[in-house]
């Protein structure tokens, strides 16, 4: 069965493509990339960063292997820095390129998916787009980087005002246009059934997400690729068009991803946060499994990380004397990511399960690397441990009556 299918298009109102498109299944490497900059440059911009990407696609592969062989948050950040660093050695070509050739302002947005070891592991610059389509609900899995984008988030626009505006189509990153950028990068693990679909703009900006989830939903990915682009054409074809549709293998431990997303989604953290934002913090968790009667953490030890219960039963007891039973969705220790200070109970697992831990240096990492978001997630972690003390406060000043 064919696992992907591509197309890309002129649209109805240009006369020649600035898009382009890669596919390496044997590398698990699909790209798009929307050229900028006008005639011949948009073109050049775009084919630079699929030639950048194609000869550094045995690079990305290795780094996927690594995570295949030993799935954790080492190896999957891993890939996401090799994808990071092919964004930077495309940006840098297509800049010195554009300098060299006297073609200032030539540049290109990028979606690229990685898939393997069921995951997919995006990278995404500027206003071209990567969707997924789980159990029938469409999820967009970048955040444009636009201006219209900008002012929406802050509350300055409307969703509905954007669409109208006419400076819906100004990226505020974007390959080539310094030597360096900062792609948005995300790993998420593949469930039975997703899809995932890379397009420029000349198709997410016409057609309507309810039309790109119902087409996305055909059997065939050639059908899916086919109706899209007749969707985008028939809606005008403002633009020129690239459809990438691609059904990844399902993760080995599709139970067990299904389990932690339905956490990730719950948990006080990431509760409020879009799918996309989830995914991107997906870098500073990693993955903890234990056994029947397996200490998890020692009354008195010193921690650095919190834990979130995923599947399968803790006890939480203190002096030896049980006072909690902990089951999936349940947390504690969220206050090691503030302080060093020793735990006051021991937390032992009754049987098989599964938890997802978060390091105190893994968030202040991710913090430095994306502030907006991180500082978001600190403000939420601030907040319960606050409340935590008003309620402590509250009980001391009720017993002292």
Not at 373 to 384: A, I
Request: net charge negative; aromatic share 4%.
């Amino acid at each position: 069965m064919k696992r992907f299918s591509a197309v890309t298009h002129e649209g109805r109102r240009r006369d020649h493509n600035e898009d382009a498109l890669l596919a390496m299944p044997e590398f698990g490497v699909y790209l798009v990339a929307d050229g900028v900059g006008g005639r011949a440059c948009g073109e050049v911009a775009s084919a630079l960063t699929v030639q950048t990407f194609r000869e550094l696609a045995p690079k990305i592969h290795a780094a996927v292997q690594a995570y295949i062989a030993q799935p954790g948050r080492r190896t999957r950040n891993g890939v996401l820095e090799s994808l990071d660093n092919s964004c930077q050695a495309a940006s840098r070509r297509v800049y010195e390129e554009a300098e060299s050739e006297s073609r200032r302002g030539m540049t290109t947005t990028l979606v690229v998916a990685v898939v393997g070891g069921g995951a997919i592991f995006l990278a995404h610059v500027g206003d071209s787009r990567a969707y997924l389509l789980r159990e029938g609900e469409l999820l967009q899995l970048s955040d444009d980087h636009s201006m219209v984008n900008e002012l929406v988030r802050t509350g300055q626009m409307t969703y509905e005002e954007a669409k109208r505006s006419r400076y819906r189509n100004v990226i505020t990153r974007a390959i080539g246009l310094q030597p360096g950028v900062q792609p948005d990068t995300a790993a998420i693990e593949v469930l039975p059934g997703d899809r995932l679909l890379l397009c420029s703009d000349g198709l997410s900006d016409p057609v309507k997400a309810l039309d790109i989830a119902r087409h996305m939903g055909l059997s065939d990915p050639d059908q899916s690729t086919e109706k899209l682009l007749q969707e985008a054409l028939d809606a005008g074809g403002p633009d020129n068009i690239t459809v990438l549709v691609v059904d990844p293998d399902a993760s080995p431990r599709a139970e067990a991803a299904a389990a932690r997303a339905e956490v990730m989604s719950q948990l006080f953290l990431f509760a409020d946060l879009p799918f996309n934002a989830r995914a991107r913090v997906g870098r500073m968790v990693n993955d903890l499994f234990v056994g029947p009667d397996e200490i998890v953490v020692g009354q008195g030890d010193t921690g650095n990380r919190m834990y979130v219960v995923v599947q399968g039963t803790l006890e939480v007891a203190r002096d030896g004397v049980v006072i909690a039973t902990l089951g999936p969705g349940d947390h504690f220790g969220e206050q090691s990511l503030v302080d060093a200070q020793p735990r006051s109970a021991t937390v032992r697992s009754v049987g098989f399960g599964s938890l997802i831990t978060i390091e105190r240096q893994a968030l202040d990492d991710f913090t430095k690397r994306e502030p907006e978001l991180g500082n978001r997630v600190l403000w939420k972690l601030l907040g319960t441990i606050s409340k935590r003390l008003r309620e402590t406060t509250s009980r001391l000043a009720e017993g002292s009556k």
